[in-house]
């Protein structure tokens, strides 16, 4: 029987698509690699065992990796690949809001012009500021997340100036004067899509970043109270929570970091057992991800920049709001977390 191999172990050809459909529904499920790689070894072992293919085994791919991940799933990869957990993620983040950007950019370019365009300087002007919005947006959330508030706020304070500068300078340039005539659209294209795909490309190439843990005990305990409100627990309970600690850390002697970890982990922990910070959570979520898209749709029809595709483009985004809508209204915290 053929077999395709998996890190240290094997599994029979015949598995393969099964195979590909587990390691699909366990991604981004915030379990640590070593665990993942484990439970494989461990599946396949039971395969060439008992000689039976693994749907027969262990029935349906995504029923068994949503239980795996229940088991396996820790707060200390949730932190250290969420966006506050350091440069990988928001490189991630960035990557893909690049290649985002790009093929938005690349398909209205396409739509509305021939195999070459001029470039319009105010136009070039009006996305570069657009592009410093999106990234302040990005660099700021990945600043709050980690707890640092005034940090994130000075970003996007400094991203939003910028940006308002650059469309006001677009605005005094005026429409008409080109920066770059008859450019060839496959190379606009190129050009549009190469930073975001280099970006995506360094960010998984790079090591597996360590979470953080040296730290005295004031950082310590700002890092804490910056979690806690980036995960919307209320300020009165983050305080609370906070003093406690600090009674705790002068009765007993030891450093915040020995006595309770990782202060964005324990932060994590104690927001998902908060009922409040979870219902916000979740409301601002779910409101991001719906809100989004149902703008795109708006600005889209408001706009007709797609030409003849206008119609089908807004269906996309209204469809992708009502997507979001099911899946968040799927996850609500008052029935999935007592």
């Known amino acids: ?5 998996v890190g240290a172990s094997m599994w029979p050809v015949g598995d393969r698509e099964w195979v590909a459909r587990y ?22 072992g039971t395969v060439r065992e008992m000689k039976l293919s693994a749907a027969e085994l262990f029935g349906d791919a995504e029923e068994l990796a ?34 985002g950007l790009g093929v938005v950019a690349s398909l209205v370019a396409i739509i509305r012009s021939g195999w070459s365009i001029d470039i319009d300087t105010a136009l070039v002007l009006v ?3 657009l592009l410093v ?56 294209v190129v050009g549009l899509l190469v930073p975001g795909i280099a970006t995506l490309v360094i960010a998984d190439r790079m090591p597996q970043q360590e979470l953080r843990e040296n730290w005295d005990d004031s950082q310590w305990l700002r890092r ?23 009674q705790t850390l002068a009765a007993g002697g030891m450093s915040a970091y020995s006595e309770f970890g990782h ?44 030409g003849m595709v206008t119609i089908p483009v807004a269906v996309a985004f209204f469809l992708m709001a009502a997507g979001a809508f099911l899946v ?11």
Do not use: Y
Request: include cysteine.
């Open 1 to 5: 029987m053929g077999v395709v191999a």
């Open 23 to 44: 390691r699909t529904s366990m991604a981004d499920r915030n379990v640590p690699a070593l665990a993942l790689e484990e439970r494989e070894r461990e599946l396949a």
């Open 66 to 99: 949503s239980e795996d991940a229940a088991e396996l799933a820790t707060v200390e990869e949730e932190v250290r690949t969420s966006l506050g957990g350091g440069l990988q993620p928001a490189l991630k983040e960035v990557g893909g809001m690049l290649v």
């Open 127 to 129: 996305g570069a500021s």
């Open 133 to 188: 919005a999106f990234l302040g947006w990005v660099i700021a959330r990945a600043l709050f997340s980690s707890g640092r508030s005034a940090a994130a706020v000075a970003a996007g304070v400094g991203a939003g100036a910028v940006a308002v500068a650059g469309i006001a300078c677009a605005a005094k340039v005026g429409a008409g004067h080109v920066a770059a005539s008859d450019v060839p659209l496959p190379l606009l």
């Open 224 to 246: 804490f109270r910056g979690g806690l409100r980036a995960r919307l627990v209320p300020a009165v309970t983050a305080r609370g929570h906070v003093a406690e600690i600090e």
């Open 263 to 306: 202060p964005l982990i324990l932060a994590h922990e104690v927001a998902r057992a908060d009922r409040t910070a979870r219902r916000r959570f979740w409301a601002m979520s779910t409101i991001a991800a719906v809100g989004t898209p149902l703008c795109l749709a708006v600005l889209v029809m408001a706009n007709q920049s797609w």
């Open 328 to 338: 968040g209204w799927d996850r609500r915290p008052w029935t999935t977390q007592r």
